[in-house]
């Protein structure tokens, strides 16, 4: 099996900063794109960024500029840094991971528990 475990979630006043980290741990023959989503109350689960094996990224527009994921691949970690929070920025952040368990099988999706990230006006 494997396990996602997200980290770093809290409460931030508008304006400030948290890191999110996300450690992959288990049967892990390979690691492939690792990315962050979220989900506010009343609304549908939404990408906020996600990053390959070898590195590169994509954002969600509403988070450009402010947000760098990054990922350490001999710790099997996804980090999120998020500065210049805003309130509309309020969720629960998930970890999300594509994992192959062996070389016979097939990549499969796994996710994390999910961190509450709360910004303050």
């Known amino acids: 099996q494997v396990q996602l475990v997200e980290s770093g979630g809290g409460l931030v006043q508008a304006g400030g900063s948290l890191r999110l980290s996300c450690a992959a741990s288990g049967s892990i023959f390979s690691l492939n794109a690792m990315g962050w989503y979220r989900q506010a109350p009343g609304k549908q689960r939404e990408l906020v960024a996600t990053i390959t094996s070898d590195g590169s990224t994509n954002y969600a527009d509403s988070v450009k500029g402010r947000f760098t994921i990054s990922r350490d691949n001999p710790k099997n970690t996804v980090y999120l840094q998020m500065n210049s929070l805003k309130p509309d920025d309020t969720a629960v952040y998930y970890c999300?991971?594509?994992?192959?368990?062996?070389?016979?099988?097939?990549?499969?999706?796994?996710w994390g528990q999910g961190t509450q990230v709360t910004v303050s006006s």
């Open positions: 999300e991971a594509g994992v192959r368990i062996g070389a016979a099988w097939r990549e499969k999706a796994y």
